[in-house]
């Protein structure tokens, strides 16, 4: 007999985690389904970072969410990377973008040739070859033109800067309107069923009792589902990524909004900062092994470039993951599956990916262990390939300056990423492993940014001349060059398109 469908779904959280599971399970879920959030207007929500990757742009499309509506009504900004400040040596500066570098060329990438020019002293960093490194330290920003594919404006990668605050309440309102009921309390009880121990209802304060086939958990760090109920266990990678800890604040705008997020390392750990349009969001992410709480502070407040509009916010988390962030009849979203740091601006997208993940795999009332073991195993493994590409900015520098950064540099790491960084150091080859997020275009920037410095090239290089090779790589710069002139500046992109109105 075919097991019944899941029909009554409830979701445990609201914030970013648990509006973006009910605003797509309302879009995708038509047709008899029952979709109810729970969540407490009393309990504050987790929101370390407001910068995402261009992966979310495919989320608001698939809800088709107007994207100048929902840029101007999160008060956002555009993102054509990320700027590392000081993380291998003190000094140093390089953009992670989210573009294409260079043009690839028969069968090898681009920067295959840029290292053999390089070598020979006729090509400069990197990021030259690049028409997002080039356009967000100029400042510039548009969306991709229908120029044909060879024309680097027809492909420009971007994301958003935006106020995940106010990114929840839109979700909410969508959400709402498609059918999702909201109800406001906080659940006192989980109860098991005594056969299985799957969950039958959770019991909130008031005394509702709210049943249901699926539980979606996005409570956050406490994990009420997942680990207080249902104890799934937890994997603690704070041997590799010791930061433990954060401040945020808010500060004014100092000049128009840059087109990117900026991640400066500190002695301790890291400090980002992201413009938005009314304001700039920073905050200091820290070990508390290597500081204290109050020199976090005096550097974070230190460090502004406008004045403070509040008093830090403090927050506590441990990097890690769910053991099992699917078990039995209920499946953790967001923090509730676990945290990665927002080095790399990932947290948004693990929310959508476990989204994305549980839609493709949506059970019936059977609940078939096969289909949950694999969702698991695909879920663990997208967590470990981000964890070992945030792992790599810390390892891979030549920083002697404090312990925290001398533990950084001295400690094991993963033995993936250590063939990662041997093979690249050989000759400057890089292979996408299944699925994994980030892109050999994203590994070369970050390791060529951190001086993993490979000692030759890839040999069929030499099958071209170089007189042809010279006249390439430089093509292929002034090409950049052109396209960035013809970009508008950021603000003038935002002022014509979608602009917030200021803050209440």
Known sequence: MTPAPVKRIVIVGGGTAGWMTAAAMAKVLVGGYSIRLIESDEIGTVGVGESTIPHLREFNRSLEIDEYDFVRRTQGTFKLGIQFVDW???GDSYIHSFGVVGRDRALLPFHQYWLKAHFAGKAPDIAPYCLNSVAALQGRF??????GAESPLSSIAYAYQLDAGLYARYLRDLAERGGVRRTEGKVQETVLRPADGFIEAVVLESGERIAADLFIDCSGFRGLLIEQALHAGFEDWTHWLPCDRALAVPSGLSGPPTPYTRATARQAGWQWRIPLQHRIGNGYVYSSAHLSDEEACSTLLGNLDGPPLTDPRPLRFMTGRRRQMWLRNCVAIGLSAGFMEPLEATSIHLIQSGITLLLSFFPDQGFDPVLIDRYNQKAALEWERIRDFLILHYHATERTDSSFWNDCRTM???????????LFRGSGRFYRENEELFTQGSWVQVMLGQRITPRSYHPLVDLTSDTDLEQFIDN????????????????S?????CAAAPPQ
């Open 88 to 90: 291998s040596r003190p």
């Open 142 to 147: 548009m969306r991709p033109a229908n120029l």
């Open 412 to 422: 094991s790491v993963p033995d993936r990423l250590v063939e990662y960084m041997e």
């Open 476 to 491: 292929v710069r002034h090409v950049i060059e052109r396209c960035a002139a013809t970009m508008p500046p950021h603000e």
């Open 493 to 497: 992109f935002i002022a014509r398109y």
